[in-house]
């Protein structure tokens, strides 16, 4: 009997609350807040503060050529390569990547005439250094790209060798 009464007495209390509760809940409605689903949210895009250079997607091998000749002449004004790589807004690894395709157009400039002729639009740079990199290899054209490195009037930057253990 006991358990009979408990329920009951919920059954009151439910009731009565619920009727005075009705005559509230259009005042309380306005004061709740409303609940929003946790999306994903708007991606944010990254701010440039003033005089901080934005990189551009090299297309095509004059700009590897111009970005590292502006790199060439930073470093030739005073400042370290660390430096000069902050200034022109470009990674190390970016510029040793595409170094080949100066280095050919200082030494050979004939060899890199024939490649750029044979470059059109729409083709990979990756694929033209690759090309760079082979006629780089070779060897009258290797020791001069070292003495002109010697020289400072190529930069003296390598492609790092990983480790493979």
Same mark, same amino acid.
């Given at each position: %009997?006991?358990?009979?009464?408990?329920?009951a007495k919920k059954r009151e209390?439910? =009731? @009565?609350?619920?009727? #005075?509760?009705? @005559?509230?809940?259009? @005042?309380? =409605?306005? $004061?709740?807040?409303?609940?929003?689903?946790? !999306?994903?949210?708007?991606? *944010? +895009?990254?701010?440039?503060?003033? !005089?901080?250079? +934005?990189q551009k997607r090299v297309l095509?091998?004059?700009?590897?050529?111009?970005?590292?000749? +502006?790199?060439?002449?930073?470093?030739?004004?005073? $400042?370290?390569?660390? &430096?000069a790589y902050a200034k022109v807004?470009?990674?190390?690894?970016?510029?040793?990547?595409?170094?080949?395709?100066? &280095?050919? #157009? /200082?030494?050979?400039?004939?060899?890199?005439?024939? $490649?750029?002729?044979?470059?059109?639009? !729409?083709?990979? %740079?990756?694929?033209?250094? #690759?090309?760079?990199?082979? $006629?780089?290899?070779?060897?009258?054209?290797?020791?001069?790209?070292? *003495?002109?490195? /010697? #020289? !400072?009037?190529?930069?003296?930057?390598?492609?790092?060798?990983?480790?493979?253990?």
């Amino acid at each position: %009997m006991r358990t009979k009464k408990k329920v009951a007495k919920k059954r009151e209390r439910s =009731s @009565s609350s619920s009727s #005075a509760s009705s @005559s509230s809940s259009s @005042s309380s =409605s306005s $004061l709740q807040k409303k609940k929003y689903k946790k !999306g994903k949210g708007k991606e *944010k +895009r990254k701010k440039y503060r003033a !005089g901080e250079k +934005r990189q551009k997607r090299v297309l095509l091998p004059e700009h590897a050529l111009d970005r590292y000749q +502006r790199v060439l002449k930073a470093v030739a004004s005073g $400042l370290t390569k660390t &430096e000069a790589y902050a200034k022109v807004g470009v990674d190390r690894k970016t510029v040793a990547d595409s170094a080949c395709i100066a &280095e050919l #157009a /200082e030494c050979d400039e004939d060899a890199y005439n024939r $490649l750029r002729a044979s470059f059109k639009r !729409g083709d990979k %740079m990756s694929d033209f250094v #690759a090309r760079c990199k082979e $006629l780089c290899s070779e060897e009258p054209l290797k020791t001069e790209i070292i *003495k002109k490195k /010697e #020289a !400072g009037s190529l930069l003296d930057i390598f492609e790092r060798k990983q480790n493979k253990t």
